[in-house]
């Protein structure tokens, strides 16, 4: 099996620069690592309760119903959905890639570490492609296997496919499924990508991860790769000139400085159809396998949504 930590990953940089500049290309698995993404995602997110409310109600009512009682976010970024989680009761572990998002996740945790769910929350920085090695690195992961595996905020489709053959889609989702119980559901979503590439632009509907007043534009660039769409590109701009300066200063941003934010993050862009094979790939063909669309279930009325979630079962 190749060694994914230490493999050199392969660039497509003479085509096309895939990430802000500032990020070096052996960071490429970690698009945040210049920390421009990371410092202004609640900005972008708009707020830590508002997003969450958003969809909170559905996530509580999807896991209860399911008996879930434990949760790994596996793209905690800055702990948005986690932290939603504790507060709802579940017991809940978090990782992500890139230090600069856990760093506000970090943050959170100390900042709340006299309540007990707080000190209880396990925080680690994981890669997916090794995931379950990276977790029980330091043995300090109390949780083996959950009841369910999240992934949440198109956060899988940052994974590249420079091989054209999704082996490395098909290595992650293996170690989600690893870490479920039999009977245990990952939930995982993606952006409408085939909106994205049969129009070239997201589709023009309210995002119900991201509504942070701040967000000027997202451009959206397709590369296609011997015919094949291979890469999404979004440049991100804010304008936040009518941000708080205390906030702008808490951000390490100078208020003087900065008025248009930007940053540019890059995509796999998954089809619904590929993205199910995927899936099914992996849990297999019987495995009980839900749609949503931003979190309604689809029918014939669903049209342009932002995002498609799976929920979907491991075999008992
Ligand atoms: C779009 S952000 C979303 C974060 C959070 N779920 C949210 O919705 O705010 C995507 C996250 O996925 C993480 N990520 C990307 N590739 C990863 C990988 N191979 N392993 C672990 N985390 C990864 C990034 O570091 C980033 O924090």
């Known amino acids: 099996m190749p060694n994914y930590r230490l493999e050199k990953k392969m660039s497509i940089d003479s085509i096309y620069r895939t990430r802000s500049l500032g990020v070096p290309t052996v960071g490429l698995p970690d698009q945040y690592a210049d920390g421009r993404a990371a410092k202004v995602w609640e900005l972008y997110m708009g707020g830590k309760t508002s997003r969450t409310d958003a969809y909170k109600e559905w996530f509580v009512q999807t ?6 009682k434990t949760v790994i976010d596996v793209a905690c970024g800055t702990g948005i959905d986690s932290v939603m989680l504790l507060e709802e009761g579940f017991q809940v572990v978090s990782c992500d890639a890139s230090d600069k998002m856990l760093k506000s996740a970090l943050e959170e945790r100390w900042r709340r570490r006299k309540e007990t769910k707080f000190d209880n929350w396990v925080i680690k920085e994981a890669n997916w492609l090794t995931l379950k090695e990276d977790l029980n690195a330091d043995g300090d992961v109390p949780i083996k296997l959950f009841d369910a595996v999240i992934c949440c905020g198109n956060s899988f489709a940052h994974l590249p496919d420079f091989e054209g053959t999704l082996e490395k889609h098909k290595i992650a989702i293996s170690q989600f499924y690893s870490m479920l ?10 952006r409408n990508f085939d909106h994205i590439l049969d129009h070239g632009c997201v589709p023009q509907g309210p995002n119900v991860y991201y509504q942070g007043k701040f967000l000027k534009d997202i451009k959206c660039s397709n590369l296609t790769v011997n015919g094949k769409p291979n890469m999404t590109t979004f440049d991100y701009e804010m304008d936040i000139h009518n941000v708080e300066p205390e906030i702008l200063t808490k951000l390490r941003i100078d208020p003087a400085e900065q008025v248009c934010w930007k940053f540019r993050l890059s995509y796999y862009p998954h089809r619904l159809q590929t993205f199910n094979g995927l899936l099914r790939s992996v849990f297999g063909d019987d495995a009980e396998h839900h749609i949503y669309a931003d979190f309604q279930p689809m029918d014939d009325s669903t049209k342009d949504p932002a995002y498609y979630m799976h929920v979907i079962k491991r075999p008992a």
């Open 63 to 68: 896991f209860k119903d399911r008996g879930v």
């Open 181 to 190: 119980k039999p009977g245990g559901i990952l939930f995982i979503d993606h």
